[in-house]
């Protein structure tokens, strides 16, 4: 059921709002969308989901003390988010896999240095997969569609291919004086 919630909240157009902010935020203020107000609404949204996850977690261990979480484990929780990316439910699961069992391997390939080996790895991600694992299966999975399929549709698409993009004025996409621009 959270599942359907999710699906449909992505859906909405405040979403498609949103991420053109996101991407190109100058393009989406060109367009006419309020992006500091956006920007605002979704650090009051997020502050409010992050509440409400305090008070469950604080109802599940029946205490709370601000020691609770370490400067470690919010590093540790940034790794996850970077090497598993950002922009989708699977780069999620993906970075909290890399947290949970990269550190294990990495103390049994050695026993001296296992931090080298997790930091080097991170390094790794930061720069041949940017967007994280998620981001690098989807490249991969895009590739290996077929042409013409919708995945390989929506590949060739610019970033802010949304249903804003047609509501740009005509005057900022074509050239007022139609030659050369010397």
């Keep these: 059921a959270q599942d359907l919630q999710l699906k449909a909240f992505l859906k909405e157009p405040g979403v498609n709002a949103l991420r053109?902010?996101?991407?190109?935020?100058?393009?989406?203020?060109?367009?006419?969308l309020p992006a500091a107000s956006l920007k605002t609404r979704a650090f009051a949204v997020?502050?409010?989901l992050t509440g409400l996850a305090g008070a469950l977690g604080a109802i599940a261990v029946q205490f709370?003390?601000?020691?609770?979480?370490?400067?470690?484990?919010?590093?540790?929780?940034f790794v996850g988010l970077v090497t598993g990316g950002v922009t989708s439910r699977a780069g999620a699961v993906l970075g909290a896999l890399f947290v949970v069992f990269v550190p294990n391997f990495a103390s049994l390939v050695s026993k001296a240095v296992p931090g080298a080996i997790y930091g080097i790895l991170l390094i790794g991600f930061?720069?041949?997969?940017?967007?994280?694992?998620?981001?690098?299966?989807?490249?991969?999975?895009?590739?290996a569609a077929p042409t013409g399929s919708p995945r390989a549709e929506r590949a060739e698409a610019?970033?802010?291919?949304?249903?804003?993009?047609?509501?740009?004025p005509s005057s900022l996409t074509t050239s007022k004086s139609g030659g050369n621009h010397t």
């Design 126 to 143: 930061l720069f041949f997969a940017p967007r994280g694992a998620a981001g690098l299966l989807s490249a991969a999975l895009r590739r």
């Design 46 to 48: 997020s502050a409010m």
């Design 158 to 168: 610019p970033p802010l291919a949304s249903s804003h993009a047609s509501s740009l």
């Design 64 to 77: 709370v003390a601000p020691d609770s979480f370490s400067l470690i484990f919010s590093i540790t929780l």
């Design 20 to 32: 053109a902010v996101r991407d190109h935020e100058l393009a989406a203020e060109t367009m006419g």
